[in-house]
């Protein structure tokens, strides 16, 4: 997936959003699918992401469940203060 999020006033019902998306696709996509990255763009960080993308997956079960099944979920994009350097953060719990 690849979000350019631009108004920071509305990012979480932006991520529910997306999340929601992510759930649709992954349900009609093949069982053994096991991996997922998202790139954000604009003007939030992708620890900020996670954040609020982890939030979303604890509060639903049918996200959880697949993110359980993720081997690898990665969010990248760039951090404020170093904006030439790719930053990635991992979704999977451990």
């Known amino acids: 997936m690849a979000l350019d999020i631009d108004d920071l006033g ?4 932006f991520v ?3 999340a929601q998306a992510f759930l649709m ?9 096991n991996g997922l990255l998202i790139s ?3 003007k939030m960080q992708p620890d900020e992401f996670a954040v609020l993308w982890m939030e979303r997956v604890a509060a639903d079960e049918a996200l959880t469940a697949f993110m359980d099944r993720m081997d690898i979920a990665d969010v990248m ?5 170093n ?7 991992s979704l999977v719990q451990s």
């Open 10 to 13: 509305s990012v979480e019902s």
């Open 16 to 18: 529910a959003e997306a």
């Open 25 to 33: 696709q992954r349900m009609i996509s093949p069982a053994e699918t």
């Open 40 to 42: 954000v763009m604009g």
């Open 77 to 81: 994009g760039f951090m404020r203060d």
């Open 83 to 89: 904006p030439d350097q790719p930053v990635g953060v």
